[in-house]
């Protein structure tokens, strides 16, 4: 990590967080889409509650990236991040009904 008056700048931490939820999303890939490959059933609400965890993380990870891209841009590159990040949480909450 690069320091800064003794300590990780912001944008280590983000780094980070997404490399945490990276690899987070790959466990959570590789047990959903590879497992039905080998014979394991995959249904139910452990592998249910195992895809949340995968989009959430992968939210994390990109949303942390776009973030920092969003925050200095121009107006409508923030309204776009916005109404994606809205989007895609309204995609997550909708995996229950």
Known sequence: MS???GGPTRYDIVKVCC??????????????????????????SI?????LI???ALLI????????FAKGNKRWVWIVFIV???????????IFF
Not at 84 to 94: D, H, K, P, R, S
């Open 19 to 44: 490399f945490i939820a990276l690899i987070i999303g790959a466990i959570f890939v590789f047990i959903n889409n590879l497992l039905p490959v080998c014979g394991v059933n995959v249904s139910g």
């Open 54 to 56: 995968e989009k959430v």
């Open 61 to 68: 990870g990109i949303g942390l990236g776009a973030y920092g």
């Open 3 to 5: 320091q800064r008056n």
């Open 84 to 94: 994606a990040l809205v989007v895609y949480l309204v995609g997550i909450v909708l």
């Open 47 to 51: 592998f249910n509650l195992l895809a």
